[in-house]
């Protein structure tokens, strides 16, 4: 009995190591080590500030908290860099009289992405998301953080997807 105990563990150690490393998030980095995030810079004809260099933290948080790879300010096996493009707020739904019942913001980033390792890879695409608020709230305080962690992550995850996503 024992001995069937350990063959069994051994022939599931060996079924799960000829499978590859296995990565829950799906991310396939391939034989990348480091990874960099060249700043966002904010070309929306709407600057709201700080914007940029909290949307170009996110990206680089995902990436770091997602995979192995190692954070570079230079010379990275992934490069992920583009622009702001929009952030627009515009009124959603109207009430009986006519008036705003619901705001939405809208973020939209550029991103080019290259694989310095597999350049087939590489592309350049454009990112969108939207976050609904009441027309009676002012976009500033808690309303703002809500929005913008809504937006960064779908934005962050949409662009990790397609670039690192392996399904």
């Known amino acids: 009995m024992r001995l069937l105990k350990y063959i069994s563990i051994l022939f599931l150690s060996l079924a799960l190591t000829g499978c590859g490393i296995y990565s829950f ?31 170009t933290n996110a990206l680089q948080d995902l990436v770091q908290n997602q995979t192995s790879l190692s954070l570079v300010t230079t010379g990275g096996d992934l490069l992920f860099e583009g622009e702001i493009v929009e952030y627009r707020i515009a009124p959603m739904t109207a009430t009986s009289d006519n008036k705003a019942a619901q705001n939405r913001l809208t973020v939209s980033v550029n991103v080019r992405y290259f694989n310095t390792l597999d350049e087939e890879k590489d592309f350049e695409q454009r990112f969108s998301f939207f976050y609904d608020f009441d027309a009676n709230a002012q976009l500033i305080g808690g309303t703002k953080d809500e929005a913008f962690e809504v937006i960064f992550e779908r934005l962050t995850q949409d662009i990790f997807n397609a670039s690192l996503a392996n399904w």
């Open 25 to 55: 998030t799906g991310a396939d980095t391939g034989d990348a080590k480091t990874f960099q995030v060249n700043f966002f810079q904010n070309n929306a004809e709407l600057v709201e500030p700080g914007l940029d260099i909290d949307f």
